[in-house]
């Protein structure tokens, strides 16, 4: 960042430009600046990619080499086409966009964790193009098709996942969408994208408080654990009974530190009062109107701390320094359940730029460092937004923009 008194370098070292001495020198030294400043790779887009840019735009989008035919038909067009050609090989579905979901259903955040629902769901979203700011909300789900010879969906077990990996089968061919709804028992009120997939469920729904299941979101999809977002100017009314309010005997703790995350988590993970995952009959549970007795759970830590009657949550994020997170202004900030949680969240500034800057590192093979890949970022979040949602788009863009690093 600067500090006043230093202007930016780019990644090969590029200094301050001296203040010109004459207008006409301005502009020399600007252009000048400029063609030696600016990464090779951004300087100019070609119309039509090389056999080389088009060999990198498929490394990186496909993570497999490109045939012989698949680079000429991506030379023979312009680069966001030619980055399509190589989303249609199958292995940008089972491999690049797969490996980008897996983490996100765990709590280890492991890549190495077997294939789900959740992650499915990701994967045909991604393929038909559906709105990514739905993936909080919608009664959506992808299951097999008949002919990938698989077990048909359960909810309570992963038997049709574990025989498409077990078997490798091509998800691009295979995965359809069917509603949560038809196949779950969950209401479709109640439905709200992959938070309430099974897999999603049974990582963090399971025991615990459902609390996992607002902060692992936040990091998946907002890009923020609750450390880096804490606030202790919200009031603490809504903090639920099991926070002690003087831990280890000082209170201090309480109002420097545990305030900060509960007075903000505590209502909106109201949302899920309705949720548990069942470790017997391993499968979601909702409980239209009656709270999970997990929400209850160490009442006597303080007595006098809030009792959840229902799922009505609220947003106090919306002021204060969390409203850096960019809440949509068309959104009312409360609501009741998990699908209003997740509108909510899904349209935010920092949903959008969350995707946008995993799809940057994915595909550039490095997180945005400088001041070029930070215009390029808000360039995508922008084209993102644009496109309808579309993370196809955004691995384009990203796949040009970094075709010659």
């Known amino acids: 960042m600067n500090n006043g008194t230093n202007a930016p370098k780019n990644a090969a070292g590029c200094g301050p430009m001296k203040p010109p001495s004459a207008p006409g020198r301005a502009a020399i030294a600007a252009a000048a600046f400029a063609l030696l400043c600016t990464p090779a790779h951004a300087q100019s887009i070609p119309a039509n990619p090389t056999r080389d840019q088009a060999k990198r735009i498929y490394d990186r ?10 680079l000429t038909q991506m030379t023979a067009t312009d680069p966001i086409s030619a980055a399509y050609v190589a989303m249609s090989d199958p292995a940008f579905y089972n491999n ?113 408080t459902n609390r996992a299941m607002f902060r692992f979101t936040m990091m998946n999809h907002l890009c923020s654990d609750l450390q880096t977002i804490m606030d202790t100017t919200r009031p603490p009314d809504r903090i639920r009974q099991d926070v002690t309010r003087s831990p280890g005997g000082d209170s201090r703790l309480f109002l420097n530190n545990c305030i900060g995350c509960h007075s903000g988590m505590d209502p909106m993970a109201q949302a899920f009062a ?92 490095r997180a945005p460092s400088n001041s070029a890949d930070r215009t390029q970022v808000s360039s995508m979040i922008a084209s993102f937004k644009a496109h309808n949602y579309s993370l196809q788009q955004v691995f384009a863009e990203a796949a040009v923009y970094c075709m010659g690093n």
Not at 61 to 70: F, K, N, Q, R
Not at 132 to 146: C, Q
Not at 179 to 194: C, E, I
Not at 323 to 348: C, F, I, R, V, Y
């Open 61 to 70: 989008i496909a993570g497999v080499p490109a045939s012989d035919a698949a």
């Open 274 to 365: 309705y949720y548990n995952f069942d470790p017997t009959a391993l499968q979601i549970v909702y409980t239209a109107g009656q709270v999970q007795p997990k929400y209850h759970i160490n009442a006597t830590n303080f007595p006098l701390g809030y009792s959840t009657p229902d799922d009505h949550w609220d947003n106090r994020w919306r002021t204060g320094p969390n409203q850096l997170l960019g809440w949509d202004p068309t959104q009312t900030g409360s609501g009741e359940g998990a699908k209003a949680l997740g509108t909510e969240l899904e349209n935010s500034a920092a949903f959008a730029g969350c995707q946008v800057q995993r799809v940057f590192k994915d595909v550039c093979f």
């Open 96 to 208: 690049t966009i797969r490996n980008l979901a897996t983490p996100w259903t765990n709590r280890a955040q492991t890549v190495f964790a077997p294939l789900n629902d959740y992650t499915a769901t990701v994967v045909g979203m991604v393929r038909d193009n559906v709105p990514f700011n739905t993936l909080l909300s919608a009664d959506l789900v992808y299951i097999a098709d008949s002919a990938a010879g698989v077990p048909a969906y359960s909810p309570a077990n992963n038997n049709l996942y574990q025989a498409l990996d077990d078997n490798s089968i091509d998800l691009k061919a295979h995965l359809v969408a069917s509603t949560q709804s038809a196949v779950t028992g969950v209401p479709a009120a109640a439905t709200a994208g992959v938070i309430t997939t099974r897999g999603a469920a049974s990582a963090f729904f399971i025991a615990g």
